[in-house]
């Protein structure tokens, strides 16, 4: 058994009872073939909010990696431990909100948390791998920024977690029985990348092709992306894993896109709109020029 990511993960749950291992590194999907660089939407605020996240992530990973070498029983670590306990499993996390019964053994599993409920928030800062979280931050300094810019610093923060817990809902709605130690912040990353597409439909990012760095317009990046999440997500329906297929939960990055999409209005109410300025692009010598 491996942990689900809201955007990476692993497989079936474990008996109850026992401990996850620890995820396994995998690449990010979302950017594997296309990885945005930057963008041509120009901010006028600090996103100290957006940043913050991205180094509280980076300071739990380390934390992740300084467990996964202390051995506590036959391949068990205190990495497996750490995930077992602050991962989002849908089934726990229903039965502490009194939504579900649960089974003597799924009980005993379950018990190994402390707080279910608030693991719908402590899962979105716990990375599988260095791809893994380096994929998701990524795209987190490409989007993020700007969706703060236009939000504002409070409500961004707001945004941002309210982002997380639709998406760990969304897959537990679909998965309700799941055992399995849902982790990553992609969840909350979807209704980010939901949001920058409402507020900036005509942006355009460079991304990176075979390494070769192309504009591509920013509905074309993100709506494809979000195309392969319906499609994926809607196949998974016949496996062990509803909403989740090669340890990608991707339901939870359909719930967090979608109310990104809708609700990101509501965070902008009185807020001044942002200009899309021209993309740069980079020179054989290593200097931003402007793209016209």
């Not at 945004?159 to 055992?179: E, H, K, S």
Request: charged share 10%.
């Amino acid at each position: 058994m491996q942990p689900l990511d809201y955007h990476e993960g692993g497989g079936a749950a474990g008996a109850p009872g026992g401990h996850a291992p620890r995820a396994a590194a995998r690449a990010d999907r979302r950017g594997a073939a296309l990885i945005p660089i930057y963008d041509n939407v120009h901010g006028r605020r600090f996103p100290f909010v957006n940043l913050s996240i991205i180094a509280a992530n980076f300071i739990v990973f380390f934390y992740e990696l300084s467990l996964q070498g202390q051995t506590v029983a036959p391949g068990v670590t205190r990495l497996d431990e750490f995930i077992t306990k602050w991962g989002n499993i849908p089934a726990c996390t229903f039965h502490s909100l009194g939504w579900q019964d649960l089974s003597f053994r799924t009980s005993l599993y379950c018990s190994q948390q402390p707080h279910s409920v608030a693991t719908v928030i402590t899962a979105m800062f716990i990375h599988g791998g260095w791809l893994h979280i380096l994929g998701n931050m990524l795209f987190l300094w490409i989007f993020g920024d700007n969706v703060e810019d236009a939000m504002g610093h409070a409500r961004y923060l707001v945004f941002y977690f309210l982002m997380g817990i639709i998406a760990a809902f969304t897959y537990a709605g679909v998965n309700a029985d799941g055992l399995t130690p849902a982790i990553g912040a992609s969840g909350a990353i979807a209704g980010v990348m939901g949001a920058y597409l409402v507020l900036y439909p005509r942006a355009t990012v460079a991304v990176l092709i075979v390494f070769i760095p192309l504009p591509v317009p920013a509905f074309i990046l993100i709506g494809v992306w979000f195309i392969v999440q319906v499609f994926s997500g809607f196949s998974t329906f016949n496996t062990n894993a509803v909403g989740a297929g090669g340890g990608i939960a991707y339901f939870a990055h359909i719930g967090g896109f979608i109310a990104g999409a809708l609700l990101v209005k509501l965070f902008t109410i009185g807020q001044p709109k942002r200009r899309v300025g021209r993309l740069r692009r980079f020179d054989a010598k290593g200097w931003f020029d402007d793209l016209f």
